[in-house]
C-alpha cells in the first residue's frame, strides 16, 4: 500500500487518544448457519459469486469518466451545454491514469471491486501545493477504520500510518449503510446465503471425490457359497472392474458364473437434488447482486436470442449498473471538486453505449427525433460515434406545426379580411 511521508510513522498528524465514538469497516469473516466460514477469499471462490462482482467491476471499468465545464447562453448568460474541461488538472487523473501504477480501468475495476466485496473502497488524495489533485492512491479496505470525529465528520485510522487522516485526504465510496459512515458488506449482510453456496460446492467435490453412491453390486446365492478370504473377494473385484469399466470396455460383455447376477444402481435423490441445489445458490447469488443470471452465463432457463434478453440486459444498466454509478459520482464530486467549482464543472461517467438497442430501435429513434426537429444531423452522428459533417448541425421544423399564439391570432379576422376571404372562396 503506498504510505503518503507526511503520515509515516513520527509525523504531526493528529493523534489517536480521544476518538471513542469509532466505526470499524474491518471484518476477518463470518461463520455461517452452514458452518463455512466467509471471508473475501472463500467467497470468490464460488464461480458465481466471482462473476457478478467482477462483471459490476469491468462494467463501471469500461465506462470513460470525463470532467465537464457547463458552458453559458451568449444571449441569456444560461447553462445551457457542455464542454470536457481538459485543461483542468483533475481531467487526465480521472480519465486516464489515477495514480504512477494504475490505468484507469484497473482503478476503477479494483475501486468497484472491494465494494461489491466489502461494501466500501478507499483512495488516498495526493494533493500539489495549490490543493489540486495529482494522484489517487487505492487502499484496501480492511486497513481502515472509519472514526466519527468531534465535528461528526468521518476521519480515517488506517493500519501502518501513524495519526488519523482527515476526510479532505481520503476519497471513500460506500454502499448501502446504515449510520452513513461505513457501507455494509453484502458478505456480512448475506453470510448464510453464501454460505450455503459454497457448503453445496462442497458437498458435491466430496460425492465426486470419494464416490459415495455404488454403480452396482455383484450377487451370490446362498448356495454357492462364500468366497473365503477378502483377498479372494478383492481379487475377483478387481479382475471385474478392470475388464468391464472405463471407455476403453464400454458395451463389453461381462459372464458371471456360480448363480452370480449383476444389479445396477440408479442415481439417488440425494444426487438427483445436488444439481437442483447448486442451481439456487448461483440464482441465490445473482439475486443478491440483483443480475440476471444469463450475465454470468447461468442459461438454464433462459434463450438465447431474443427481445426479453435484451429487456434483462436493458434493466441491469438502468437498476444494477446505475445506481453504483451514481455513488462513485456523487463521491468523487464531493471529494475532488471545490463547493465553488461543482457550480461550473461535474463528473460523469458516460455510459449511453450500454443502453443503446439493436440498430433497427436505434435508427427509428433517431428518425423520429431527426423529424419532429430535437435531433440534429451531428446530433446523431455523435451518439453513433461518428465524426460531425459541415452543416450538420442544422434542426428541422416540420411544416404543419407553428404557434398556437399565432394561429388563435389570425383566427380573429376584421370585416374586410372577412369579406376579402369569401370573395377568394367564390372564385375558387
Known amino acids: 500500500m503506498f504510505i503518503p511521508a507526511m503520515f509515516k510513522k513520527g509525523s504531526s498528524a493528529p493523534a489517536r487518544q480521544g476518538w471513542g465514538n469509532w466505526i470499524s469497516s474491518i471484518s476477518s469473516g463470518s461463520k455461517t448457519k452452514s458452518g463455512m466460514m466467509v471471508t473475501t477469499e472463500t467467497a470468490l471462490a464460488n464461480s458465481a459469486l466471482r462473476s457478478c462482482v467482477t462483471l459490476l467491476a469491468e462494467s463501471v471499468a469500461q465506462l470513460p469518466c470525463e470532467l465537464y465545464l457547463r458552458t453559458k447562453d451568449a444571449k441569456n448568460s444560461e447553462y ?6 481538459v485543461d483542468h488538472p483533475l481531467y487526465d487523473v480521472i480519465r486516464h491514469q489515477p495514480n504512477g501504477k494504475d490505468t484507469a480501468f484497473e482503478y476503477y475495476e479494483q475501486s468497484q471491486g472491494a465494494l461489491g466485496l466489502e461494501g466500501n473502497t478507499y483512495s488516498f488524495i495526493d494533493r500539489d501545493e495549490a490543493g489540486y489533485i495529482k494522484q489517487l492512491w487505492p487502499i484496501n479496505p480492511k486497513k481502515v477504520t472509519v472514526l466519527k470525529g468531534p465535528d461528526a465528520l ?11 487522516m ?4 481520503i476519497h471513500h465510496v460506500k454502499a448501502f449503510s446504515l449510520d452513513g459512515y461505513v457501507g455494509l458488506s453484502p458478505l456480512q ?3 448464510d446465503v453464501i454460505g450455503l453456496a459454497l457448503a453445496t460446492e462442497e458437498h458435491a467435490a466430496a460425492v465426486f471425490e470419494r464416490g459415495a453412491t455404488m454403480s452396482g453390486v455383484i450377487e451370490r446365492p446362498v448356495e454357492a457359497g462364500a468366497i473365503k478370504t ?3 473377494v478383492d481379487r475377483f473385484l478387481n479382475k471385474f472392474t478392470d475388464r468391464h469399466s472405463g ?3 464400454a458395451f463389453s460383455v461381462a459372464l458371471l458364473q456360480e448363480g452370480m447376477t449383476y444389479r445396477q444402481l440408479s442415481m439417488d435423490n440425494e444426487k438427483a437434488q445436488l444439481i437442483d441445489s447448486r442451481n439456487f445458490g448461483v440464482n441465490e447469488i445473482c439475486r443478491l447482486y440483483k443480475i440476471p443470471p444469463h450475465m454470468i452465463q447461468h442459461l438454464e432457463k433462459t434463450t438465447s436470442f431474443g427481445t426479453g434478453l435484451e429487456q434483462l440486459s436493458l434493466s441491469f444498466v438502468i437498476y444494477t449498473l446505475l445506481p453504483w454509478i451514481k455513488r462513485h459520482e456523487a463521491a468523487m464530486m464531493r471529494d475532488f471538486l471545490l463547493p465553488e467549482e461543482r457550480k461550473e464543472f461535474y463528473i460523469e461517467f458516460n455510459f449511453s453505449g450500454l443502453l443503446r438497442g439493436d440498430q433497427k430501435s436505434r435508427y427509428d429513434s433517431y428518425a ?5 426537429g430535437f435531433l440534429s444531423v451531428n446530433d446523431i452522428r455523435r451518439l453513433e460515434n461518428m465524426p460531425p459533417i459541415s452543416g450538420g448541425d442544422k434542426y428541422l421544423t416540420p411544416l404543419n406545426m407553428d404557434d398556437s399564439g399565432k394561429i388563435q ?6 370585416p374586410e379580411q372577412a369579406k376579402e376571404i369569401e370573395e377568394i372562396l367564390c372564385r375558387s
Open 166 to 169: 482527515p476526510k479532505r485526504l
Open 368 to 372: 423520429l427525433g431527426r423529424q419532429w
Open 154 to 164: 468521518p476521519y480515517y485510522d488506517i493500519q501502518g500510518i501513524e495519526g488519523i
Open 409 to 414: 391570432s389570425s383566427m380573429n379576422t376584421t
Open 247 to 249: 471407455q476403453s470396455n
Open 189 to 191: 449482510t448475506s453470510a
Open 80 to 85: 445551457s451545454g457542455r464542454e470536457k474541461a
Open 230 to 232: 477378502q483377498e479372494g
